[in-house]
């Protein structure tokens, strides 16, 4: 199974990048904001947001940079950055064993987000 391909509107996060991509080496999709488990993309965060102020708040998360694809993604038109997925919403329709995402894409949302819980999974479907 190969990763989703990944659209991120949250431009205030440090692995944004133009284009609504991501550099993160891995992306983690969790439950936020309901205890019994998600019943709507809202209840979902991307664990991986990293509020970005200035560049005091890039150096902490270099170490969860997709750095392969940021330096091919100049050279090779078309390509995307595609990071890892790791998904711990197993009330969602593409969760698979092993914290793996099914989608063939997915959309983080939160554009004006300052805190991961300020983020969701958009492509998030209950079972």
Same mark, same amino acid.
């Given at each position: 199974?190969? #990763? &989703?391909?990944v659209a991120c509107d949250v431009q205030n996060c440090v692995h944004?990048?133009?284009?609504? $991509?991501?550099?993160?080496?891995?992306?983690?999709?969790?439950? $936020?904001? $309901?205890? !019994?488990? &998600?019943? /709507?993309?809202?209840?979902?965060?991307?664990?991986?947001? +990293?509020?970005?102020?200035?560049?005091?708040?890039?150096? @902490? #998360?270099?170490?969860?940079?997709?750095?392969?694809?940021?330096? *091919?993604? @100049?050279?090779? &038109?078309?390509?995307?950055?595609? &990071? /890892?997925? +790791?998904? $711990?919403? +197993?009330?969602?329709?593409?969760?698979?064993?092993?914290? +793996?995402?099914?989608?063939?894409w997915i959309q983080v949302s939160g554009p004006a987000a300052t /805190?991961?819980?300020?983020?969701?999974?958009?492509?998030? !479907? @209950? *079972?």
């Amino acid at each position: 199974m190969r #990763a &989703p391909e990944v659209a991120c509107d949250v431009q205030n996060c440090v692995h944004w990048v133009p284009g609504n $991509a991501c550099s993160a080496g891995t992306i983690e999709i969790h439950n $936020a904001r $309901a205890p !019994l488990g &998600p019943t /709507a993309t809202g209840h979902t965060a991307c664990r991986s947001f +990293r509020y970005r102020r200035g560049l005091g708040d890039v150096i @902490p #998360a270099l170490d969860n940079v997709n750095w392969g694809g940021l330096l *091919r993604a @100049p050279f090779a &038109p078309g390509s995307q950055l595609t &990071p /890892a997925v +790791r998904c $711990a919403v +197993r009330a969602c329709l593409f969760w698979r064993d092993g914290e +793996r995402c099914g989608a063939d894409w997915i959309q983080v949302s939160g554009p004006a987000a300052t /805190a991961d819980d300020e983020t969701d999974c958009a492509t998030f !479907l @209950p *079972r």
